[in-house]
């Protein structure tokens, strides 16, 4: 993968368009961890409420956002969405590593980077618990 995170800089979540992203990952990192390292997130609402987002983008354009519900989030954790160049398992390593927060790991993979049946996952879950664990 020839992806630079050397130009790594915050973007406003309205630069990122919902029609270019998809889910990716779960990614555990601590909120303070993230603020810390990368300042205030932005606050973004949609039909389901506020949500807090700290978006980035690659010099080559290639974005990602880590996005968590503002209020009782329902995971410890940030949701992680990314543009088509960074939609991979081996892209979701590199840019946690690129967050410099050594404590953020990966939760989950989303289905679709793992080109599994979502039938599959979720009776797989249904087994194990929640996130698979």
Do not use: H
Not at 42 to 71: H, N, T
Request: proline share 5%.
């Amino acid at each position: 993968m020839s992806l630079d995170f050397t130009g790594l800089r915050r973007v406003a979540d309205e630069e990122l368009s919902t029609k270019d992203i998809r889910y990716l990952a779960l990614v555990r990192v601590d909120l303070m961890a993230l603020y810390r390292r990368w300042g205030r997130p932005d606050v973004g609402i949609d039909d389901l409420g506020e949500w807090l987002c700290f978006a980035f983008a690659l010099s080559d354009g290639s974005k990602f956002v880590l996005q968590r519900e503002a209020y009782n989030p329902p995971t410890p954790g940030f949701l992680l969405s990314a543009t088509k160049a960074l939609f991979s398992a081996e892209a979701v390593e590199r840019v946690i590593g690129a967050l410099e927060i050594p404590e953020a790991v990966v939760a989950e993979l989303s289905d679709e980077v793992l080109d599994r049946p979502r039938s599959f996952v979720t009776a797989r879950r249904f087994a194990e618990g929640p996130f698979g664990l």
